[in-house]
């Protein structure tokens, strides 16, 4: 069975901070590695990451695909308080009908 | 549209009811997925369609889920005889082909 785990949970820090969030993965015949950002209801799309693009960075975002490890970081420097959210990792498998699999989310919140 | 659209966003039931619910994908976007959120729970993906193919319905949590895609439009799903513990956000997402992008949700309540 596919599987995605995220760490930490959840995480509280203060604005400026730099945090890491982590994501490792157990997938059979892995495509890519998406984070998404969700505030509400809907996840919004940060990063895709496969083997011929491995780091991605807009702005004060930038995220590492370890395929050796099988996991991915997602960075966030200078934080904001619009940076709290739930960060989703989600791994792309299979063969010609693509799975999508989540993890749980790590929960960031951002104090003043 | 510029956007995966879902309707209704909120939908209140009675436990025992049916539901539908609807998902617009982005225009030209082949895959179609479904995906369910508890509160304070992750994503648990429920079905996924691909173009023609036949659908991947390995996540619907029982036979009173269904649900639907005309061609690669629009998509319905069914919930029959709601339970309380059906009662989350359901999920639409679409791609062609990667990454999704998701809609905005209908939060589901059963009374």
């Known amino acids: 069975e596919d599987k995605v785990v995220q760490s930490p949970l959840s995480l509280v820090v203060h604005e400026g901070d730099t945090v890491t969030l982590n994501c490792s993965y157990e997938?059979?015949?892995?495509?890519?590695l998406l984070w998404y950002k969700q505030e509400k209801k809907a996840p919004t799309f940060l990063f895709m990451l496969?083997?011929?693009?491995i780091e991605k960075k807009s702005g004060r975002l930038s995220s590492i695909l370890d395929k050796k490890e099988l996991s991915s970081i997602l960075n966030i420097t200078a934080t904001q308080t619009g940076d709290s959210a739930i960060y989703l990792c989600a791994v792309v498998s299979g063969g010609s009908n693509y799975k999508l699999t989540f993890g749980k989310g790590t929960l960031l919140t951002v104090n003043p | 549209g510029a956007g995966v659209s879902q309707s209704p966003s909120n939908k209140v039931t009675e436990k025992g009811k049916d539901v539908e619910l609807r998902c617009d994908p982005i225009?030209?976007?082949?895959?179609l997925y479904w995906y369910r959120q508890r509160l304070g729970q992750g994503l648990e993906f429920l079905i996924y369609?691909?173009?023609?193919?036949?659908?991947?319905k390995s996540g619907l949590p029982s036979d009173r889920f269904s649900a639907e895609r005309t061609g690669e439009s629009v998509s319905t799903l069914t919930i029959q005889r709601t339970q309380q513990e059906d009662s989350a956000v359901y999920l639409c997402?679409?791609?062609?082909?990667?990454?999704?992008?998701f809609g905005p949700g209908t939060r589901l309540t059963v009374l």
């Open positions: 997938v059979t015949n892995f495509r890519s």
């Open positions: 225009s030209g976007h082949t895959a």
């Open positions: 369609f691909q173009g023609n193919s036949a659908p991947d």
């Open positions: 997402a679409s791609s062609f082909p990667y990454p999704p992008f």
């Open positions: 496969t083997s011929s693009g």
